[in-house]
């Protein structure tokens, strides 16, 4: 059968990359006992894959990987055994058997919700930013298009952001937390802001079309240079990418991964 | 949550930030108010080599088993981190509560090999503790050496508070007892220190004097005071069975280069290679219960999630039931997706039955060790293995679908002639003329040979302690003899020559063999920007070889000339078991071609027996 797990990451793990997450997932599995199947061959490695890479330095309560296993305890026994083995930065949120015939997690992502905020360090806080709420609006609904341009192998390259943002606005993050209360997920995996201000978006994600939070916030920060408008300037070291959830498109609608599935009792 | 002690732009900007963050899986916490005695262990390179290293793993569980003592680790920052550690002074950390290791009560630094040494300084530079002992106060760390290289400790002395003579399960509760006894009764730092040097395997550097003759050699050696001991006795432990062990060692997020769990079988060697000094400095040779290791092997298993497991010994062929444990390794734990890895055993039948079950054998490659080209220099070197032997065992490989050989060999030692050089090629053409006996339809292409050359580097306790060392350019010029020979074999296709460049290898001899005076040439490397020297990426040897020429010391007067068997040697003052009476006579024997039997096959009374247990009386109760 298919589990599909759902994890967040957070506090030093932000700093362990794609691979080591999937290295440390496979110990995990073994010290929790979980009954993984393993491939054919002489070097036989669990069937296990992810939904999206996570990239370094970014925190999440969304993160999602797929295994098959020969049997399964409970849902509640399985979340316990392999939240008894896990290191302070990682939480398993969700374990649930997929449907017979779902597609993967990687194959099936579409898009992906991102909380951007302003991180406590040595930089102190940024300044109050009262026109940010109307300026990313102008930014996002006042334009046709959001053209930027990208260095690929073949060159420069213009695209249209537009279209892969499905949505963005300013948010206060403590009132986002408050309203979005998530169960298993402890409160100082966030570093709240100083202020609470920050940034809401969904965009596109998936191996076709890509997009990183910190492209729509640098191309938002040109914006504010070349209009004069707001003091927005995006500064990466300064501020901390969450991602929230990561969706799969049916029929036009989003469906978070973790909705595609049921429990094991 | 656990702060970090570098912000995340650094963290972000650098290579590998995992290296830095600790956190793994089974990392012990404890509360650092809680505890009397704070521990930084080290291993001097960078987080994937120190990780790896077994010894870390056995003192960080055996000092955090103390509940007065919190055992925090410390590895060598990578040089893009150091650059920015030095220019922003950010101080060298703890990986468990990233605590600036200076607040330590003990920095205690693994020395494994030679070429760490600028490390170390490193190490001490970054902590911001003085690099000079005798600068140090009660503010910084008791900086305290283990390991191999501490059976010449002599050019590090000036570094170290203290260095520990021998295995580490025996004394430090001693030692860490009388810190504690001395902080509450408010002694001084030097008052500690002689106190410290009275428990055995332990040398303080600073209360011994040494003076030199004319030429350079030493003309004493000794306390500076009565009542400190004038030799140091290593520290063994006679029973493995009932000493701690990691059975939740910690678990890495990065990949390291020993990702797997590590059962330790044995300590010691039978073999007595005159070349090695592993093989003299740990003996007698001690194994470890089969049970319990069995016991062990699932318990860390389990403990790390670790989907392979080794075998660790000097020479695991010659532990006495190998072939239950690696028949219980590969039933029990085969199936479960667990691979088995393990170390180079000598090519037999079991051990060809037991690879081909754990190994894809078209992949995998044999290993054979003969070190020495030819019959006679292997005589001279006491390795016991013959060309028979080594035909024999390719041969079934070849028969059981291998296909590919490394052969390992040294080039510059004692009595090597051109003769002996060119034999090595010749036996790795008798491999290959070996597998193109099978025939033609039921072999699988070509066999692929591969020779490895190093260099000679003759080491403390061992019979070629009096030895000369070539060169540079004699080992360069053996590495081309070599090569010409290959080209002229008849299967050259079949075979690939690689051997090191020699300028690492001098300076492991000067440190391997040097004295107090070479810490100064070690020093100025440091300050000339030497640091991971066994990274080639990273040596630069005209820096080391300007600090030669600033302190005016000499490689050659270390490295190239004969000792006489009278001469006092650096390390004449630790008594490592072996006599050296019996190095004597082995370095007489093997000028003499003449081969010493195993601890098996017959005692020759090298001085271990004293230990009272091991090899030594084995079917002797």
Known sequence: MKIRIKFAKYGSLRFVGHLDMMRYFQKAMRRADIDIAYSEGYSPHQIMSFAAPLGVGITSEGEYLDIEVHSSKSDQEALRALNEVMVEGVSVLQYRELPQGARNAMSSVAAADYLVYWKEGDFGCPDALPELSRALREFYRGQKEILITRQTKKGEKTMDLKPLIFELEAVDVKDFRTARKLDGFPEEGLQLPCQGVGFFMKVCTGSTDNVKPELVLSAFSDYCEATGDCGFRFEPFRMQIHRVEVYARESGDFIPLGEIGCHIN | ????????????????????????????????????????????????????????????????????????????????????????????????????????????????????????????????????????????????????????????????????????????????????????????????????????????????????????????????????????????????????????????????????????????????????????????????????????????????????????????????????????????????????????????????????????????????????????????????????????????????????????????????????????????????????????????????ITISTSFFVPKPFTPFQWAPMCRRDEFLERARVVNEEVKQQLNRKSLKYNWHEADVTVLEGVFARGDRRVGRVLLKAYENGCIFDSWTEFFVNEKWLSAFQETGISMDFYNSRERSTDEILPWDFIDCGVSKEFLKREWEKAQRGIVTPNCRMQCSGCGAMQFEGGVCFENKN
């Open chain 2, 1 to 448: 949550m656990r702060k970090l002690a570098l912000n995340d732009e650094i963290l972000l900007k650098i290579d590998k930030p995992a290296r830095y963050i600790g956190n793994e899986v089974n990392m012990v916490r404890k509360d650092p108010e809680e505890v009397d005695v704070r521990f930084a262990i080290c291993f001097p390179d960078v987080y994937e080599i120190g990780m790896s290293h077994l010894g870390i793993q056995i003192l960080y569980d055996m000092l955090n088993r103390r509940p007065d003592t919190y055992c925090e680790r410390v590895y060598s920052p990578w040089p893009d981190l150091h650059a920015i550690m030095k220019e922003q002074k950010i101080p060298l950390f703890t990986l468990e509560t990233q605590s600036p290791v200076r607040e330590m009560d003990f920095l205690g630094i693994t020395i494994q090999y030679e070429m760490c040494y600028t490390n170390i300084l490193q190490i001490l530079d970054l902590s911001g503790t003085p690099l000079y002992a005798t600068e140090r106060t009660w503010e910084d760390p008791i900086v305290i050496g283990g390991g191999p290289c501490t059976y010449n400790p002599e050019p590090l002395a000036d570094f170290f508070d203290i260095f520990y003579i021998g295995e580490g399960e025996t004394r430090y509760d001693e030692l860490l007892d009388l810190y504690k006894e001395c902080k509450e009764k408010n002694c001084s730092r030097q008052e500690f220190l002689e106190a410290a040097a009275k428990i055995p395997g332990m040398y303080v550097p600073a209360l011994y004097e040494v003076t030199y003759h004319e030429d350079g050699t030493i003309a004493s050696f000794g306390p500076v005071k009565e009542e400190i001991p004038a030799r140091v006795k290593k520290e063994i432990v006679m029973d493995l069975t009932d000493t701690p062990y990691p059975t939740k060692p910690l678990v890495p997020y990065i990949k390291v280069t020993q990702d797997r769990v590590v059962l330790e079988i044995m300590r010691g060697c039978i073999r007595g290679c005159r070349f090695c000094q592993a093989g003299m400095i740990y003996r007698p040779t001690r194994e470890r219960n089969l049970e319990q290791l069995k016991q062990w092997a699932y318990e860390m298993l389990k403990n790390t999630g670790h989907e392979e497991i080794s075998l660790s010994s000097l020479s695991s062929s010659d532990y006495t039931r190998l072939k239950e444990l690696v028949t219980f390794l590969i039933e029990e734990f085969k199936g479960k997706g667990i691979n088995i890895s393990l170390p180079s055993l000598r090519i037999d039948a079991f051990s060809l039955d037991v690879m081909s079950k754990v190994q894809d054998v078209r992949k995998s490659s044999l290993t054979f060790a003969p070190e020495a080209g030819s019959q006679r220099l292997r005589d001279v070197i006491n390795k016991g293995l013959t060309e028979e032997v080594i035909l024999e065992g390719a041969g079934q490989a070849f028969e059981g679908g291998w296909q590919k050989v490394k052969l390992y060999f040294m080039l510059g030692l004692p009595t090597e002639t051109e003769e002996d050089m060119r034999e090595i090629p010749r036996l790795a053409e008798k491999i290959a003329e070996r597998y193109y006996e099978i025939p033609k339809d039921k072999r699988n292409g070509k066999c692929q």
